[in-house]
């Protein structure tokens, strides 16, 4: 739906202009948030002079802490010239109302809800199938995950290197999924299976972002979630 919403308002946006933040996990927190940290760098972002067009989109905002709420307040009221900003949220009622007041509004489709939904439980049962394998078969599910994900031919017998941009946006989707996953509770048998699964899924995340070996921390992901 954002990018949609991008493409009808905005047109095309380039890299350099769009910034993309998600929820992480942080070292006081194994599962994923967004805190004042977060909203300063966005803030810094802005700062920086330019005359073309730029977007934020800020991704699971129900995860912005309460403090990084009233902190990014001023930044939706005051966003500067050119610049626009979009919180997706899996319900607008996490948000402050203050937040959803400076807001405009938009919901997502029935259709396109359901389609979120799908590739969701796609995913889900993957990892499923995954905690019941072998160590082996966990690696091999792994690469093959990779690949219809990037759309790139990833293989543990092949020495393509995974690069870290790819892993990155692949660790981020796991931990969108799971996420909505947590707040409907699908398809895992408990509360507790899902929130080890996620907390896996940042765990890899957070070594991903402190450069870590890519194929290392994806590897020690795929094992970690043999406890669900």
């Known amino acids: ?75 939706l009221e005051e966003p500067g010239e050119n610049n626009y900003i979009i919180l997706t949220a899996d319900s607008e009622t996490s948000l402050l109302p203050t937040i959803r007041s400076r807001c405009k509004i938009v919901r997502e489709k029935e259709e396109e809800r359901g389609k979120r939904e799908e590739g969701e439980n796609k995913i889900l049962t993957k990892l499923i199938e995954t905690a019941e394998q072998s160590p082996e078969e966990r690696i091999v599910n792994l690469y093959s995950m990779l690949s219809e994900f990037t759309g790139k031919k990833y293989s543990p017998y092949q020495q393509v290197s995974i690069t870290r941009p790819d892993a990155l946006k692949f660790m981020e989707n796991i931990i969108d999924n799971l996420h909505f996953s947590l707040i409907h509770k699908s398809l895992f048998i408990n509360h507790k299976s899902l929130t080890i699964c996620l907390s896996a899924a940042c765990l890899s995340h957070r070594r991903l972002k402190n450069n870590l070996n890519v194929q290392l921390a994806l590897q020690q992901f795929i094992l970690d979630i043999s406890t669900i």
């Open 1 to 75: 739906m954002t990018k949609n919403l991008l493409r009808s308002n905005l047109g095309a946006i380039a890299t350099e202009n769009k910034l993309n933040l998600y929820p992480s996990a942080k070292k006081e927190s194994r599962l994923p948030t967004l805190t004042i940290e977060d909203v300063r760098f966005i803030s810094n972002w802005l700062s920086q002079q330019s005359s073309k067009s730029r977007v934020i989109i800020v991704h699971q905002s129900q995860n912005l802490t309460i403090p990084a709420q009233h902190a990014i307040l001023k930044i």
